[in-house]
């Protein structure tokens, strides 16, 4: 299953912060209490509210239009035949899951170490129901790549990096930076582009599931870092944006999917070489961070030197983006396909006559 032997790719990452008690049992901030009694009543069992009975064709796992294959178009591409592509198509998506499962198991310590370093006991409560989230953001991702695609690749040099960097900063604030705000609102805008163009409807719901609670995730460093930021000096809000610049520059790099074309052998050093002048990838990275813009305008990180990175990156116009209404619509999406899976399941059991009690049977 795996590209490389998971003996070669773990690794370790010393830790040196400080666990904060906080013996302040009042009410707290209204806004993050409220997001954690959200993210109480929004649990939901992977297991139960995810089809797994569903197969996936692993030469088109996600069922999405060749336009969207980020070589299509190049000479390489049009030189394969049926196999070859579905051989890309298997391993990008592959790549690509593997990524977003990496990405979950740094949010799941992150998050873990948010509860005993974040000094508000409110938002101690929300980062224990956010550890729930991301346990089970590891679970639905190494499960499809197990049973659905049958490969993993491992962790991305760049995401490796930037992980690397969150979790070894003892400073609380730096965790929430480096993963609600960059590696979580990047992680939302490629999930969404899957929830929006695939066709398959594992990988469709699995991806709008997850979305529904990093709308959470997101919102909650948001809320902390801009009551927080306003109270650093000057030169520490310098530091952290000079921090983000170099992150989002790494993370730029993150997509080409170099691994891949390595791992497979087709014209590695061509097909990076065409993504980086295609016109379509060079849309799909300014759309990656567009949760990202908007999200550092808001806690206060834009100066000019954050201004004229995401102008070199071409992703300038994002700071106006409403990040509450994405958030929002987030959240609906994946109602309706709940609701919509509800209705089918009425609808077996009206079909096949069930009793009462039966319909836990159907899928």
Known sequence: MYALPVEQTQWHVPGGSTTVFDWEYDEGRDRLLGLYEKGKQKQWDAAERLDWTIEVDVNDPMGVPEQSIAIYGSQVWDSMGAKDRGMVRHHLASWQFSQFLHGEQGALICSSKIVHTVPGLDAKFYAATQVMDEARHVEVYSRYLREKLKLAYPINPGLKALLNDVISD????????????????????????????????LAKTLNAYVMQDEARHVAFGRLALRD????????????????????????????????????????????????????????????????????????????????????????????????????????????????????????????????????????
């Not at 993963?179 to 398959?200: K, N, S, Y």
Request: glycine share 6%.
């Open 170 to 201: 003892p400073r609380w604030d730096m965790t929430y930076l480096g993963m609600q705000v960059l590696i979580e609102g990047l992680a939302l805008a490629a999930f969404a582009l899957i929830r929006d163009i695939a066709t398959e409807p």
């Open 228 to 363: 927080y930021y306003p109270q650093l000096t000057q030169a520490e809000r310098d530091e952290r944006e000079e921090f983000c610049i170099e992150a989002c520059y790494l993370m730029r790099q993150r997509f080409l999917g170099e691994e891949v074309w390595r791992n497979l052998d087709i014209d590695a050093d061509e097909c990076i070489e065409y993504m980086r002048n295609s016109e379509h990838f060079k849309r799909f990275q300014s759309h990656l961070f567009s949760r990202i813009v908007p999200t550092l305008s808001d806690i206060g990180l834009f100066g000019d030197r954050m201004r004229q990175t995401f102008a070199d990156i071409g992703v300038i116009g994002y700071e106006t983006t409403d990040i509450d209404s994405l958030m929002e619509q987030d959240e609906k999406i994946a109602e309706d396909l709940d609701h919509a899976r509800i209705v089918q399941v009425e609808q077996a059991i009206t079909l096949g006559g069930l009793e009462p009690g039966q319909e836990t049977t159907v899928r």
